[in-house]
């Protein structure tokens, strides 16, 4: 049994599949857990990714969970720690990044952090500090319009700042496209000139896979790391792994199939659209009526999904209540941000629950918060990660032995990722062994 060298800290769900998936595509075994456990565990994995749900919560609950995984994950043995941010740098100026970052700093005794948030292989790249999605600044793309954290700012350098704590004297600094592009050892150089400068977190730019495996082997020995999921792809390598189709392999996928929509991101209003276009079956879920009629909503959602079946039994069906950034403004006016989140989230939970009691042992999940309260409805506390359908989303299977089918396969994908068939193509790869990762 391997005794795993990584622990990662994910904020949320997601972002943890996301990063599981990187490690395992570059050789390592990977576990990811729901939480942080009190005890300690058995663990047969390289790597270890506790999922948190910390990315919207207030700083200081975000802090508390961060540090528990941190030490908990210490206890288990890890030899580096890995805080998992997202690649568009979900955050406000109140954090959680700037704070979770201080706060495992001082208790792993660091006193400097490198930040790589870019994800190139997902379009998202960082130059001259600034956060790009495609071909636009962070604070012009669909994220400019996030229900739960809007990304206004996209210069990473100056918002990581807003959001340290005063009282830390902390500074921000940035790792240069110049040095990332020419050398591990030129990286080394620019840190130990930034940290002379009083620099203790720096965010580093990066525009392609050479970069953060350039960046990979500069930062092979830390005991901390701040990225998104794109530095995972160098990592393993540093540490002696090489990529392999074992570690991606899953139990063979059965039951119905299923998609539980709650992204308004502009990549899920376009699977969205994409899947109703193609006339699948979907069912719309609206705030409004939630607001208006509790669970009506909910019931009505489960008895058209038993008559869809009752046609066609192994079609995929989609409950969404992804809308356009104009609707979701008009329901965050009328309900509130928070009431609106909240009653879809707990809508879309109780629907995913009910339909993996009624057979579904397929299902995709659209949305990091989204993912994270169905999750937690199914009461699964740990995954195993498989193959990638899309960059940053694999399938994953949770045994559960409550559950009707003994255990589910998931895909968890971030609003923003996926190609605009996503809801369609994911299930073939259920469907197909196990092939090499593109
Ligand atoms: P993403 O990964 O795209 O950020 P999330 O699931 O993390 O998606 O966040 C989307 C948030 O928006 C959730 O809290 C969800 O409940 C909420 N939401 C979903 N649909 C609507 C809607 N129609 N109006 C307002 N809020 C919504």
């Known amino acids: 049994m391997n005794q795993p060298i990584l622990g990662c800290i994910a904020d949320d769900l997601t972002g943890a599949t996301d990063l599981a998936n990187n490690l395992v595509r570059a050789g390592m075994r990977v576990l990811l857990v729901i939480d942080a456990p009190d005890?300690?565990?058995p663990l047969d994995?390289?790597?270890?990714?506790?999922?948190?749900?910390?990315?919207?919560?207030?700083?200081?609950?975000?802090?508390?969970?961060?540090?528990?995984?941190?030490?908990?994950?210490?206890?288990?043995?890890?030899?580096?720690?890995?805080?998992?941010?997202?690649?568009?740098?979900?955050?406000?100026?109140?954090?959680?990044?700037?704070?979770?970052?201080?706060?495992?700093?001082?208790?792993?005794?660091?006193?400097?952090?490198a930040v790589v948030p870019a994800f190139p292989d997902n379009d998202r790249t960082v130059y001259k500090g600034h956060l790009f999605v495609g071909d636009?600044?962070?604070?012009?793309?669909?994220?400019?319009?996030?229900?739960?954290?809007?990304?206004?700012?996209?210069?990473?350098v100056r918002f990581l700042e807003l959001q340290l704590n005063s009282a830390s004297r902390r500074k921000t600094g940035r790792i240069d496209y110049a040095s990332v592009a020419a050398s591990a050892d030129a990286i080394g150089a620019r840190i130990t000139a930034l940290r002379a400068a009083g620099v203790s977190i720096a965010i580093a730019d990066t525009l392609n896979n050479g970069d953060l495996?350039?960046?990979?082997?500069?930062?092979?020995?830390?005991?901390?790391?701040?990225?998104?999921?794109?530095?995972?792809?160098?990592?393993?390598?540093?540490?002696?792994f090489q990529a392999s189709l074992t570690s991606a392999q899953l139990p063979p996928a059965k039951g119905r199939r299923a998609i539980v929509a709650g992204s308004c991101s502009a990549a899920?209003?376009?699977?969205?659209?994409?899947?109703?276009?193609?006339?699948?079956?979907?069912?719309a879920l609206d705030p409004m009526h939630l607001a208006a009629a509790s669970i009506a909503p909910v019931e009505?959602?489960?008895l058209w999904?038993?008559?869809c079946w009752s046609g066609n039994a192994s079609e995929p069906l989609l409950v969404y209540s992804t809308s356009p950034p104009e609707a979701v403004r008009a329901t965050h006016q009328r309900l509130g941000v928070e009431r609106s989140g909240e009653l879809v989230e707990q809508a879309l939970a109780a629907i995913a629950r009910e339909l993996v009691q009624r057979g579904v042992g397929r299902l995709v999940v659209a949305g990091g918060e989204t993912a994270g309260v169905c999750i937690r409805a199914l009461e699964i506390d740990r995954m195993?990660?498989?193959?990638?359908?899309?960059p940053g989303v694999p399938w994953c299977y949770a045994a559960a032995p409550h559950l009707p089918l003994g255990g589910v396969h998931l895909a968890l994908k971030s609003g923003n990722f996926g190609s605009t068939d996503f809801f369609t193509k994911a299930f073939s790869y259920l469907d197909q062994p196990a092939k090499a990762a593109p």
Request: glycine content about 10%; charged content about 20%; overall charge positive.
């Open 268 to 283: 899920t209003n376009a699977q969205v659209l994409r899947f109703l276009e193609g006339r699948g079956s979907a069912f």
């Open 45 to 113: 994995a390289d790597g270890v990714v506790v999922a948190l749900k910390s990315r919207t919560i207030p700083a200081p609950q975000a802090v508390a969970q961060s540090l528990h995984s941190c030490r908990w994950l210490r206890r288990q043995g890890v030899r580096h720690i890995y805080f998992k941010i997202c690649s568009t740098f979900d955050s406000t100026p109140k954090g959680n990044i700037g704070p979770v970052i201080e706060a495992l700093m001082d208790e792993l005794g660091c006193p400097f952090s």
């Open 213 to 240: 495996h350039r960046l990979a082997a500069a930062l092979r020995d830390d005991l901390l790391v701040t990225a998104g999921s794109g530095l995972a792809i160098g990592l393993p390598a540093q540490w002696g």
């Open 305 to 307: 999904a038993e008559k």
């Open 384 to 390: 195993r990660i498989g193959p990638q359908i899309d």
């Open 300 to 302: 009505q959602a489960l």
């Open 39 to 41: 005890g300690d565990v």
């Open 136 to 156: 636009v600044l962070l604070s012009e793309s669909g994220m400019r319009n996030h229900p739960l954290n809007p990304m206004t700012d996209s210069n990473l």
